[in-house]
């Protein structure tokens, strides 16, 4: 059994995102986990598509930079049986493109940071109590080192 990893792309941002490149982030964080099965959807998409289901799930009415949602197991995961299903990330482009000028790294290497935090957050992880958030940001630390950027410092 292997990791099934689907990569979604919106078509306004297709051109600025290496799906390949987020592939291996979440693949990196599984790895860096010690899970080497199941299966999970990135999903790169605007503002307004991210703030929808902030709305929806959270109670929220605002963009976010990402969400994570655990889930069932979707018709591309086959055979369902043999491959559990952790759920999807959705990244909104816009405001992963703004914390990348704000902190003054390149929207790929804060692009990998989301997708790292949303595939913790598939694994259990969180950040609501203070020595959670300490252990999830040292985590999430020490698997961009593994990928080469350790400089990329979560907010």
Excluded: C
């Amino acid at each position: 059994m292997a990791v099934l990893i689907e990569v979604q792309v919106d078509e306004l941002f297709i051109d600025r995102v290496s799906s390949d490149w987020l592939s291996s982030a979440a693949q990196g964080t599984l790895e860096a986990e010690g899970r080497h099965t199941g299966g999970l959807a990135l999903v790169i998409t605007g503002d307004e598509a991210v703030q929808a289901l902030n709305r929806e799930y959270l109670g929220i009415d605002a963009p976010t930079d990402v969400l994570a949602f655990g889930g069932q197991t979707p018709d591309f995961v086959s055979p369902p049986d043999e491959e559990p299903y952790l759920g999807d990330v959705m990244i909104s482009f816009p405001q992963a493109q703004a914390q990348a000028t704000s902190a003054g790294h390149p929207v790929e290497a804060e692009l990998a940071l989301l997708v790292i935090h949303g595939v913790l957050h598939l694994l259990g992880y969180d950040h609501l109590q203070p020595e959670d958030k300490a252990a999830m940001w040292d985590r999430q630390g020490e698997i961009l080192s593994r990928l080469g950027l350790a400089h990329v410092q979560p907010a």
